[in-house]
């Protein structure tokens, strides 16, 4: 089907260290840090002062020695080279740790910016986010996932990557040295004791990564229904939802602490044996140490001290670079955990991408304006310019095996369905079959039903979010929908106007003010609060077409914070203070009313748009983009529902003025009177009706 399915059987059980976790944990650093990417050759440039550092503690180790012969030999001027050479290295210790930690933290940002941007991607690709959150894929918080479980990721695996990156290198090393030191049977215990800790550790840390991926669950979901109640905040308190809210709330901790006590408990045994490790290994280097001092090999030896401080240091050293690695079992506990999260969301991504050329069970032309009344080319054009293109509108390719008996061009039409049967993705339950309709220039439809009966599911399914089962689906690319919530940013109500367009500086602000006007939503955006901006203008007005910066200078592109330029008069505007050449003028109110007004228009709100406009103010406002893009066709889902008659009215005829042609759901039947044709829909998931309008204007 087009809404392909994906499923992950992937139990509690299989989540520890495995080669699930290894295939995962290699998935996530490729999209962190390719061999391709500028993040790679930031790694290969940390090993350098990771490995300096290496060195600058081997020979930090054996200053001890030196200071115990120059004591044992009273040497004064030895013991002042001593203090010199150990304050050298002391000094380089630190500036190489420095440098490896701004390298650090470098690669932090870096791998960040890389995973979390492929994940944006992916997840904005194909509307995949929708198919997550709406058809009930096997993915929990998808939101926790890319932003919180990535941080922890991140973080935790550059800290653990910059200390096994020279792990490797460090026991070979120190191991040729004990063996040269010590024997064959220094590197044999110490080798063993190594290995019998990272079993035990191994057995250990793989109930608490299930436990661990448990919890961060379980807190996603707390976090959510806290973000629900923020959300719907009033329609909370007109419920009176208070007490229904607090037992969710206390549920949900109780589950969270419930995960959080086991691992708790868990991590007893694992602290213990790490605990026990550290400790045998501090004193494992003198248990070796003490065989051939038992045995004789030294007692010829005259400075034995030295020999000891030596050898223990090397010992030590190689214990100690096994020790850190067991000391990184609760870390690595947890960076399995948040491997396994987002590696698993990943694996969806990588999955629906692959699935791309597997949509087949739909079949579906798009055509751009073909026809001779489409318009003029520089709407065409402005149109595509903006985004409402294939990619946006359309997230199939253009033309998927379209069979013989099925192609045909759209004779004239903006929008034609041809026998699609439609049935709900989730419950698999087929809610209209066969359905036909064509809408062009001269006819508006409007869809009718009883709640549930698939009103919405129409267009679902031509916007192509849900897959039908059978059918041909044909349209202009000039269409635009309007949900039954619209989707607004947190940003500035001009980007709520140009949506799905970036406002950018070429943007024309006036003609989204001329949009607002139409809609009479700008004495509506008066009342709104905006953001204070962290940067003002103030000082000389610098003419007409200049801006002031915040330091009073005048600059030829807009710095100002509040966004303000100079009047066309060259008078001064709001946050300027007088003109270039410092003579006071008084600017006319309907050019300083009129900067205000745009101003405003790039300004971010203090709180989101649901809370700061009315339901009805909304809807207003997502018809503005109507009004901006001038698509051939707009398909509106209850779109004026909060509306009155005389807005509903205002809108229809704007649209009737502009030519655009309108499908919509609507459970209003003062609305059929604007329409030509009517589907009535009857609920059975069988039988629906296409008749003419009954009310007439």
């Not at 993040?39 to 115990?68: D, K, N, R």
């Not at 106007?497 to 970036?502: A, F, I, N």
Request: charged share 20%; aromatic share 10%.
């Amino acid at each position: 089907t087009l809404l392909y399915t994906i499923k992950f059987e992937v139990t509690m059980s299989e989540l520890g260290f495995n080669t699930l976790f290894v295939k995962r944990l290699c998935r996530v650093l490729s999209a962190a840090c390719g061999i391709s990417s500028p993040a790679f050759l930031l790694l290969l440039l940390t090993i350098p002062a990771c490995v300096l550092e290496q060195v600058g503690y081997y020979y930090m180790g054996l200053i001890p020695s030196g200071f115990y012969k120059t004591l044992e030999e009273r040497d004064q001027d030895g013991f002042y080279h001593q203090v010199w050479v150990a304050c050298w290295w002391v000094l380089a210790v630190v500036l190489i740790k420095t440098c490896k930690s701004y390298a650090a933290g470098a690669l932090y940002i870096q791998w960040r910016w890389n995973l979390t941007s492929t994940l944006h991607d992916g997840y904005l690709k194909n509307k995949l986010y929708y198919d997550i959150n709406c058809l009930r894929r096997k993915v929990d918080n998808p939101d926790m996932r890319i932003t919180q479980d990535v941080e922890k990721l991140v973080d935790t695996l550059h800290s653990i990557i910059l200390q096994l990156v020279v792990f490797p290198g460090v026991v070979a090393y120190y191991t040729y040295k004990c063996w040269t030191t010590m024997g064959y049977l220094g590197p044999v215990c110490i080798y063993s004791y190594f290995l019998i800790s990272c079993i035990c550790n191994k057995l250990l840390m793989s109930p608490i990564v299930r436990e661990v991926f448990r919890l961060e669950r379980r807190e996603g979901h707390f976090r959510f229904i806290h973000v629900n109640l923020r959300s719907l905040a009033e329609s909370a308190a007109f419920s009176d939802a208070e007490r229904t809210e607090s037992s969710h709330f206390r549920d949900s901790l109780l589950l969270i602490l419930e995960s959080k006590q086991r691992i708790v408990n868990k991590q007893v045994f694992l602290n213990f044996a790490v605990n026990t490790c550290d400790y045998v290994g501090s004193i494992l280097s003198y248990l070796i140490l003490a065989v051939p001092i038992f045995g004789g090999v030294y007692d010829d030896i005259a400075h034995l001290g030295s020999i000891i401080s030596q050898n223990s240091f090397v010992a030590m050293y190689l214990v100690n670079s096994f020790s850190s690695v067991v000391d990184l079992s609760g870390s690595i506990a947890d960076l399995a955990a948040y491997t396994h999260r987002v590696g698993e969301l990943l694996e969806v991504i990588r999955s629906s991408e692959g699935s791309d050329d597997k949509l087949v069970s739909v079949s579906r032309e798009n055509i751009a304006g073909s026809d001779d009344e489409g318009g003029d080319d520089e709407d065409d054009d402005r149109f595509s310019s903006v985004g409402i293109r294939s990619d946006f509108i359309n997230t199939v390719p253009k033309k998927l095996n379209l069979t013989p008996s099925r192609e045909s061009t759209l004779d004239g039409k903006l929008l034609r369905l041809t026998d699609v049967t439609i049935h709900n993705p989730v419950t698999n339950k087929s809610l209209v079959k066969s359905l036909s309709l064509s809408v062009d220039k001269k006819t508006n439809i409007q869809i009718q039903g009883p709640p549930g009966s698939g009103k919405s599911s129409i267009l679902r399914t031509m916007k192509e979010l849900w897959g039908p089962l059978s059918g041909v689906i044909m349209s202009t690319e000039r269409v635009l929908y309007l949900p039954q919530r619209a989707y607004f940013t947190c940003q500035s109500v001009a980007q709520q106007v140009v949506l799905p367009e970036l406002l950018t500086e070429d943007t024309d602000l006036e003609e989204v003010l001329k949009v607002l006007q139409k809609l009479e939503l700008v004495e509506v955006l008066e009342s709104v609060q905006w953001k204070e901006e962290q940067d003002s203008g103030s000082g000389k007005c610098c003419g007409s077409g200049a801006c002031c910066c915040g330091n009073g200078e005048c600059c030829e592109a807009c710095c100002c914070g509040s966004g303000v330029s100079c009047c066309g008069s060259g008078a001064c505007c709001q946050s300027c203070g007088n003109l270039r050449d410092e003579e006071a003028t008084t600017p006319l109110i309907s050019e300083k009313t009129h900067t205000n007004i745009l101003s405003n228009l790039t300004k971010i709100p203090q709180r989101s748009w649901y809370k700061t406009l009315s339901p009805g103010n909304l809807q207003l406002l997502a018809f503005s983009r109507v009004l901006y893009h001038k698509p051939s066709v707009v398909v509106m889902d209850e779109a004026m529902s909060a509306l009155s008659p005389s807005f509903a009215k205002l809108i229809f005829g704007l649209l009737k003025e502009m030519g655009i042609c309108y499908l919509s759901v609507s459970h209003n039947p003062r609305w059929e009177s604007y329409h030509d044709k009517v589907i009535v829909i009857t609920g059975d998931g069988e039988n629906w009706n296409f008749r003419d309008r009954q009310n007439s204007l």
